[in-house]
């Protein structure tokens, strides 16, 4: 398998989460954002939608990193990332989604770019969206994992799922843009206890290759 990747990603960084967590051996293609690598044609032949990541198996190309975990998950069920019960499955599907579908794409390089260099922004600008859509998607997940979590050490219940994976890379990035996360306690103490497993530490951005 290859995972077109960049070290930064957020989206990547789920996936290298995944592959981790499922044990499977896999190359890393890296595709630099500063050089505009991702919108490179031959790039874009694998991948029209010009966003990373993206996976190679067997010569066919999976786009969207959720698509990319449930494949995954799919074709390696342990451990599973996905609980068997189909309300306890939407709950989690629920948790991933508010963070990958309302969370990030509001955030994503494109849109910072896009206000920086079409509608004006200085960085404090930019920063202030970043932030007020990180902690506006993370009220309603602190709520969520109060409801679901057992000991606030899994998003959902006591084991590991899609939620965790898409938690702690949202996490990340939230710190780096100096988010206040003083009202998400809960939320900072899952993430905090799935940084210390190997499958996440070894799938974060400056343990990348191409991030030296
Ligand atoms: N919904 C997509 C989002 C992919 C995405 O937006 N990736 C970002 C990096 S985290 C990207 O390629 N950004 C490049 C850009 O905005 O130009 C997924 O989950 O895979």
């Known amino acids: 398998m290859k995972l077109y990747n960049f070290f930064r990603s957020s989206a990547a960084f789920r996936v290298r989460i995944a592959l981790n967590l499922k044990g499977v051996e896999y190359e890393r293609i890296a595709k630099v954002f500063a050089k505009n690598e991702h919108r490179a044609a031959d790039y874009l032949a694998l991948n029209p939608q010009g966003l990373i990541p993206a996976l190679e198996v067997n010569g066919d190309v999976i786009s969207q990193s959720l ?5 995954l ?9 996905l609980p068997t019960e189909p309300l306890a499955r939407a709950h989690v599907r629920s948790m991933a989604l508010a963070i990958a579908c309302d969370i990030h ?3 994503n390089l ?3 770019n896009y206000l920086r260099q ?3 922004q200085n960085e404090d600008g930019v920063n202030t969206w970043y932030r007020h859509w ?6 309603g997940l602190e709520q969520q994992v109060a409801r679901y979590s057992s000991e606030q050490r899994y998003c959902f219940g006591d084991s590991l799922s899609l939620a965790d ?5 949202q996490m990340y990035n939230a710190r780096r843009f100096d988010t206040d996360l003083t009202p998400f306690p809960k939320l900072v103490a899952i993430s905090t ?8 530490a070894a799938a974060k951005p400056e343990a990348q290759p191409d991030a030296k």
Do not use: T
């Open 105 to 107: 794409p509001l955030n």
């Open 165 to 169: 994976v898409c938690l702690v890379p």
């Open 73 to 81: 998950n799919d074709a390696y069920p342990q451990p599973p990332l």
């Open 118 to 120: 079409r509608l004006g």
């Open 110 to 112: 494109r849109v910072l």
């Open 193 to 200: 206890h799935l940084e210390s497993l190997s499958a996440f």
């Open 67 to 71: 698509a990319i975990i449930e494949y």
């Open 134 to 139: 990180v902690s506006e998607g993370f009220r």
